[in-house]
């Protein structure tokens, strides 16, 4: 499973963005996938994960009620619209996949789209 992240960019504070993830070779195969972000200095943490039919859906605490992920699996594709974006957003982006639906420790992942909220 080959995973492209897309659709970083600069955005004002409380702006949106929306990241794109296409996998590629055999699609997403089945598996659940995720997003998450390593901010300058800090460790790579969690931000959302969606099961392969969209059936549980989690995010880390503190973007909940702003960002949602979705997927299209006709299109190989899952989403993340980021709304109210704050400065502490500001992070590279990856996009992850794998059979276990909690993504402990995906096996898959995309190179990294870079969001940078400005205040």
Known sequence: VL??????????AGGSLTLSCEASGR??????SGWFRQ??????EFVSAITW????????????GRFTVSRDNT????????????????????CAADN??????PRYWG?????TVSS
Do not use: C, H, W
């Not at 901010?39 to 790579?44: D, F, I, T, V, Y």
């Not at 039919?53 to 909940?64: E, L, P, Q, T, W």
């Not at 989403?79 to 500001?90: A, G, H, I, K, R």
């Open 3 to 12: 995973l492209q992240a897309s659709g970083g960019g600069l955005v004002q």
């Open 27 to 32: 699609g997403f195969n089945g598996y659940a």
């Open 39 to 44: 901010a300058p200095g800090k460790e790579r």
């Open 53 to 64: 039919r969209g059936s549980s859906i989690r995010y880390r605490d503190s973007v909940k």
């Open 75 to 94: 299109k190989n594709t899952m989403y993340l619209q980021m709304n109210s974006l704050e400065p502490e957003d500001t992070a590279v982006y990856y």
């Open 100 to 105: 276990d639906p909690r993504l402990l420790r």
């Open 111 to 115: 190179q990294g789209t870079l969001v």
